[in-house]
């Protein structure tokens, strides 16, 4: 926030005209202070948009759009929201709507005015509907409602993504596992990128798939042979966490890989004290 703040005080002749930022990666898991980099902006006076991907954390982590600050928010529909990938979503604030020149051509892709105001249903597409797509959706966010709304579901992805942190932090040991993300308030409640230290990544997600079917996310940053990712994510249950910590442990173990502790042990009771609290 600082950097942006120096950086938007620099550009005197607003010549920047919106920040765009992810508010999730999930290559890394790591979770962007969205309040902070609005604060940054106000702080520097300066009319710039805020622009947010949240497609990773649609569904997953706490997104409020309009409490924030964020002008323009851009979604899509295979993550959180657990439909197949090809909808996009995009939500747009006032100042957004404001900053449209209503004098420059514009393709019906890009023309936000007749999907805000369609006159026919297929304008909201800008063409065909995905029609398949959108009985999923529909059964998609019925079974939010069904759980409680977004509230609900947001706790249920806070308390099974510190479980997983939770197992990660008891096998971490010198030469073996860390979590990527050092700071607790910018770890994403959607994914957790693990670093495995001298342990071969490769060769822990394909003991992982080929003996027992589950399928670990590849690494994605500096060092790929040396992380993976475990995505949490969507619908998701205790029995589907703790089977998956477990299998990863297993074969941590056939393995000989370090481990300071279980990591089975600090998960489940990291998801009984959130079972306590409901």
Known sequence: ???????????TDKSIK????????????VRNDLPALRSAIDAA????????????????????????????TVGASQKGLMCPPGLGFVWAGERALAAMDPDRPRVSYLDWSKRLDPQMFYEIFAGTPPVAHLHALEAALGLIDEEGGLDAVWA?????????????????SPGGMSLNIASPGHRSNAVTTVQ????????????????????????????????????HMGWHNPPMVLGTLATIEAALSSMGAPMASSGIA?????????????
């Open 196 to 231: 495995t230290g001298d342990i071969d990544a490769n060769e822990l997600r394909r003991r992982c798939a080929e003996q027992a079917g589950l399928t670990l996310g590849i690494g994605m940053v500096t060092d790929p042979n040396h992380t993976f990712r475990i995505g």
């Open 45 to 72: 006076d300066h009319p710039a948009l805020l622009m947010v991907d949240c497609i990773a954390s649609l569904g997953c982590d706490r997104y409020e759009m309009d409490e924030w600050g964020v002008d323009l």
């Open 1 to 11: 926030p600082a950097r942006l703040e120096a950086r938007l005080r620099a550009d």
């Open 266 to 278: 600090a998960a489940a009771a990291s998801i009984g004290e959130a079972l306590n609290r409901e």
């Open 18 to 29: 919106a920040i765009l930022v992810s508010h999730v990666d999930t290559s890394s898991s």
């Open 156 to 172: 249920r992805h806070q308390a099974h993504a510190d479980a997983v942190r939770a197992a990660v932090t008891a096998w971490t």
